[in-house]
């Protein structure tokens, strides 16, 4: 009966251990580098313009988090005459960004969905919303989005 169980934990052994090495491949060709399941994150990217100058590339991204349900639309924006990295600029808590385009070279346009809904939930809330990052200045425009799926620049009046 003893040679029964090693056999079964040898097994056992074997598998565990293709599993985990399954696991650590896909994680790795995926790009995955964070081995805790609620800090593995995916970017897509919406969105890529560069500014009139080529100085700056500014990029919207939906971050997906693999492990959960949500994910939210940032802005980074890239320095093309430096080795830096792409610091995440604006932030909303879930969707409601929806375009982007340069002014001029130092002037960028964040445009989101600024449509009051039944569920306040479903509204664009900013995370992060600076004026500025170093010399370019960043501008929001707010869109409406009618029942029809039309848009309009103009905000609600309140009462």
Known sequence: MGRKWKWKV???LIVASLVLFAGFWIRYHLGITSLDPFVATV????KEVKSPDGRYTAKLLYRENLAMTYGFYHVSI???VSDESDPDVVEVAAEGLTDLEWKDSRNLIVTFDATK????LEDTLFAKKPGSWRSIRIEYTP???SDTGTTSSRLPSVP
């Not at 970017?43 to 919406?46: V, Y």
């Not at 809904?117 to 306040?120: A, I, P, V």
Request: no cysteine; hydrophobic share 30%.
């Open 78 to 80: 890239q320095s093309n």
């Open 117 to 120: 809904n039944k569920d306040h």
């Open 43 to 46: 970017d897509s990217l919406q």
């Open 143 to 145: 869109k409406l989005q």
């Open 10 to 12: 040898w097994v056992l």
